[in-house]
């Protein structure tokens, strides 16, 4: 579902959560794809790379058709790619990463609903190591507001500090990223100054040489106190309302006619959220 053409979002889909981490040795990702997401961060100084991919054809394909635009991360000596199912990989990897990125899924396709469940985002904050971040990308082109709304309120549950940022700026297809950290400080905004300039220049993403064109990706911090998350469905493997409730309203149904949470009225959310206090919030250090 990737490509070239759009190599500058999909690398930053990396970049953002591994920017927030101050030390990021051991990063996974789930799900490969083109590989340009993991391969971004190869410009980070991370040690390991490890990236699951269900099909196996796919890593064939990221590595005969994508490798310049990842970054070679295939044959990378730093990386690890696994024809795994990365729910049962992570299962049995406990404290052991330092970021995990979980790339963009159909929301509502079988099997990968259940990447949006309680039940998968504990067995990943299971596997982050102290002062982990998990970053779970979001296609809002695919999910109305009360869908993302139960995403992000499962999401919440799990990780109560979560910060909500954009992965662009389209205005009909956006991406957004809930991101969840182990640590409960706020973000040192010195941090990721220090970050940024240890990243090697990414000209896909020109806006990354200086901190201010990193922040301004970010929407804002979320609060599970709020309405629309705290009287929201949580989508469980054994409550799958993601899964059931999508092709209903929008996806494969004849009759749905759901709009998506996009455009006006996802910007005036996010013009909300810009506009809290940040105080108590893991933003409160900016």
């Known amino acids: 579902l990737g490509g070239t053409a759009s190599m500058g979002d999909e690398r930053m889909q990396a970049h953002l959560p591994l920017l927030l981490h101050p030390a990021p040795k051991q990063v996974?990702?789930?799900?490969?794809?083109?590989?340009?997401?993991?391969?971004?961060?190869?410009?980070?100084?991370?040690?390991?790379?490890?990236?699951?991919?269900?099909?196996?054809?796919?890593?064939?394909?990221?590595?005969?058709?994508?490798?310049?635009?990842?970054l070679g991360i295939v044959t990378s000596p730093r990386a690890?790619?696994?024809?795994?199912d990365a729910r049962h990989f992570l299962s049995g990897s406990a404290?052991?990463?330092d970021v995990i990125v979980g790339d963009l899924f159909v929301p509502w396709r079988r099997g990968e609903?259940?990447?949006?469940?309680?039940?998968?985002?504990?067995?990943?904050?299971r596997a982050l190591a102290p002062g982990g971040v998990f970053c779970q990308w979001l296609p809002m082109f695919q999910l109305t507001e009360d869908?993302?709304?139960?995403?992000?309120?499962?999401?919440?549950?799990v990780f109560p500090g979560t910060t909500l940022w954009r992965g662009d700026f389209s205005p009909h297809e956006p991406a957004l990223a809930l991101i969840g950290q182990l640590d409960k400080a706020p973000i040192d905004p010195a941090n990721v100054e220090r970050r940024i300039r240890e990243l090697k220049a990414d000209?896909?993403?020109?806006?990354?040489?200086?901190?201010?064109?990193?922040?301004?990706?970010?929407?804002?911090?979320l609060d599970a106190r709020e309405a629309r998350f705290a009287g929201a469905r949580r989508n469980r493997e054994n409550e799958p309302w993601l899964e059931i409730l999508g092709p209903l309203a929008h996806a494969v149904s004849s009759r749905g006619r759901a709009a998506f949470f996009v455009g006006r009225p996802l910007e005036l959310f996010l013009r909300e959220l810009r506009a809290r206090p940040i105080a108590e919030t893991p933003l409160a250090r900016l």
């Open 28 to 70: 996974a990702f789930l799900g490969l794809g083109t590989g340009i997401t993991a391969g971004a961060s190869l410009l980070h100084p991370v040690e390991r790379v490890t990236a699951l991919e269900i099909v196996p054809e796919v890593i064939t394909a990221a590595r005969d058709y994508f490798g310049e635009a990842n």
């Open 147 to 157: 869908e993302f709304n139960m995403v992000a309120a499962t999401f919440l549950d």
């Open 113 to 125: 609903a259940s990447l949006y469940t309680a039940d998968h985002f504990q067995v990943t904050r």
């Open 95 to 97: 404290g052991r990463f």
């Open 203 to 221: 000209q896909a993403n020109p806006s990354l040489t200086r901190a201010a064109g990193f922040w301004m990706f970010l929407a804002g911090a």
């Open 80 to 84: 690890r790619i696994l024809a795994e």
